[in-house]
């Protein structure tokens, strides 16, 4: 019985983990940080309800940490850098460079100032303790104790780990197709849900889809079509432009013609 719940457990840690990685990479990065894509309030609200339960994030706050690191990529004051802070720091202790970094309120107010919180954010959504306690009782009601214990913990470290290797090894190692510092790796796009395709998105960071290429995986693209497709999403820039003289992307092309 325990090694069932043990399994359980971490089949269930590991799904809540692909669907915060799913929320974090639309909800956050393309939609609120770059503003790829566009969706309905009511998709929104979902998404903003899974990141808060899964992570605890305040969107504010990743939006203007993951800002800061665009307007200073690989350079001072990048908040986590593998070229300034070491590889291994930001593997292992991503969490805390970018907590140290969210916790800056003149960081919050210059990168995320069009932002605003409302009641539902105050009252409610930005009490990550409560988001967090939401999501382990979810666990709990599904199978017991050992469930949560182990579905939590599984969680934590793979969803912690999947954030940091997207920092560390995504601009570390892997290919560099346009002129940026950062890398794609097929690999560690499949289990990021496209974020994998850094050097992708670092060359075009509105772009709504981060596979540029054949054979080069974004899972959540085909989650934003199909939302596309149900009109409950808008994407501003679907893909690149490239140049036929240099290869290197020179525009953009129009979520229209997605």
């Known amino acids: 019985m325990v090694v069932n719940s043990w399994i359980l457990g971490v089949i269930l840690g590991l799904a809540t983990t692909q669907l915060a990685v799913m ?6 990065h393309r939609g609120l940080a770059h503003k790829a894509l566009t969706m309905d309030k009511r998709v929104a609200l979902v998404f903003r309800f899974i990141i808060w339960i899964t992570t605890g994030i305040r969107p504010r706050e990743w939006v203007a940490v993951h800002r800061k690191h665009h307007a200073f990529t690989d350079e001072e004051p990048d908040p ?16 805390y ?30 009490r990550s303790f409560l988001g967090l306690g939401i999501g382990v009782a ?42 940026n510092l950062a890398t794609n790796n ?7 849900f496209g974020e994998g395709q850094h ?32 009109k409950l999403m808008t994407v501003r820039h679907a893909k690149p432009i490239f140049s036929p003289k240099t290869g290197q992307p020179s525009g953009l092309v129009e979520g229209a013609s997605l």
């Open 23 to 28: 929320a974090t990479t639309i909800y956050l």
């Open 80 to 95: 986590h850098s593998p070229f300034i802070l070491g590889f291994w720091k930001v593997q292992l202790a991503n969490a």
């Open 186 to 192: 097929n690999w560690l796009a499949f289990i990021s």
């Open 97 to 126: 460079y970018y907590r140290r970094e969210a916790n800056r309120r003149e960081t919050v107010n210059r990168y995320a100032k069009d932002l605003l919180g409302n009641k539902l954010d105050e009252k409610l959504l930005d």
């Open 138 to 179: 979810i666990l709990y009601l599904i199978g017991g104790w050992e469930v949560a214990l182990v579905g939590s913990l599984v969680h934590v470290v793979s969803y912690l780990g999947i954030s940091a290797a997207v920092n560390a090894i995504g601009h570390t190692y892997g290919k560099r197709p346009y002129r």
């Open 199 to 230: 050097n992708n998105h670092h060359a075009a960071p509105t772009a709504a889809k981060l596979s540029f290429a054949r054979r080069e995986y974004d899972p959540a693209w085909t989650v934003i079509k199909l939302l596309v497709k149900t």
